[in-house]
């Protein structure tokens, strides 16, 4: 088993003790038929989520389906990835984004939607391409969106919990000091587990790199097609990067960190040729990864690792002999 599969089911472990100790402490104090309320509530709002997410993220990013006679050469990438894979061949859209990137969302693999912007199909070669492809059938084989929605759900539990005890329930009880300790107990507990969903959502993208090598597709290839990726999205505008805030959690990548993600990536091309080869990639085996305190934060409160940690990773998957 994986350090990677450890660690999310340490993390799923986790995330239920917290859920089940909450339920236990307002059991305790306040009876817990309150709990269950919200608890319906917000099993409703995912449920929701879960059945209409797919058609705001297709609004959102204004994505077209496209035929097989339209992108010949996408469609049998995208097929070829599928079929090794396992899963159905997903519905491929294109969006008009300036933001070069792509993603991956659907409710099931059955349902399963591979989209690409515009500008990553000018930015990337064809095995670039077809690597961040890679990545992103991975998300779609590995079923992390439903995961990571399902996770998602405990801090809004415990958010709605909060929010009750903190504004409501001191007025209708005596002993409001208890009950206010509930609230202020349950909205700790919301912005820890929040964290750990967020911690969640960066392992999936480091299960989704190593699924497309998995598939076929060099480690240095997809180190080259993130570099740029970022390169792309430090260069875009503020209004640009504004537009797609909502969604930039199924990119590839972070659009928002990549001005400060270039400045790091670029001591990883040494031949500055706008690309990350395999010696460059295995140069970077023996190199420590040290983040100032800065990244470390940024890093925790996003739903995407360090690129510089994940580039290091990369190098992890790569054969210790260079052809």
């Not at 040290?290 to 995407?304: A, P, Q």
Request: aromatic share 10%; hydrophobic share 45%; glycine share 8%.
């Amino acid at each position: 088993m994986s350090i990677l599969r450890i660690k999310m089911y340490l993390l799923l472990g986790v995330l239920f003790a917290v859920i089940y100790a909450v339920i236990t402490v307002i059991g305790a104090y306040m009876g817990i038929a309150n709990f269950y309320f919200y608890l319906i509530l917000s099993l409703g709002i995912m449920f929701v989520q879960y059945m209409v997410g797919p058609k705001i993220v297709e609004w959102s990013m204004k994505v077209k389906y496209v035929e097989k006679n339209q992108y010949p050469e996408l469609f049998k990438m995208v097929e070829d990835l599928a079929r090794k894979a396992g899963i159905p061949t997903p519905k491929i859209g294109i969006s008009p984004a300036a933001i070069p990137n792509a993603f991956a969302f659907g409710k099931n693999p059955a349902d399963g939607r591979v989209c690409v912007t515009s500008a990553i199909v000018s930015l990337l070669n064809k095995d670039e391409l077809k690597a961040v492809l890679g990545h992103e059938i991975s998300h779609i084989k590995n079923r992390d969106v439903l995961t990571i929605t399902l996770l998602s759900v405990i801090p809004l539990i415990l958010y709605r919990v909060a929010w009750h005890f903190l504004w409501f329930g001191g007025r209708r009880r005596n002993g409001g000091g208890n009950v206010a300790l509930i609230g202020v107990a349950a909205f700790l507990f919301y912005f820890l587990t929040n964290l750990l969903v967020l911690y969640g959502s960066r392992i999936r993208e480091y299960f989704a790199d190593k699924g497309s090598i998995e598939l076929g597709n060099k480690p240095s290839t997809l180190a080259s097609a993130l570099y740029k990726l970022v390169y792309g999205s430090a260069r875009m505008n503020k209004q640009a990067l504004k537009n797609v805030e909502g969604v930039k959690a199924f990119f590839v990548n972070d659009p928002s960190q990549a001005v400060n993600e270039i400045r790091q990536l670029k001591q990883l091309d040494i031949d500055q040729n706008g690309t990350i080869d395999p010696e460059e990639l295995k140069i970077l085996q023996t190199r420590n990864v040290k983040l100032n305190f800065g990244d470390k934060v940024m890093e925790i409160l996003s739903t995407h690792p360090n690129m510089l940690k994940r580039i290091k990773h990369l190098s992890s998957l790569q054969e210790t002999k260079v052809s």
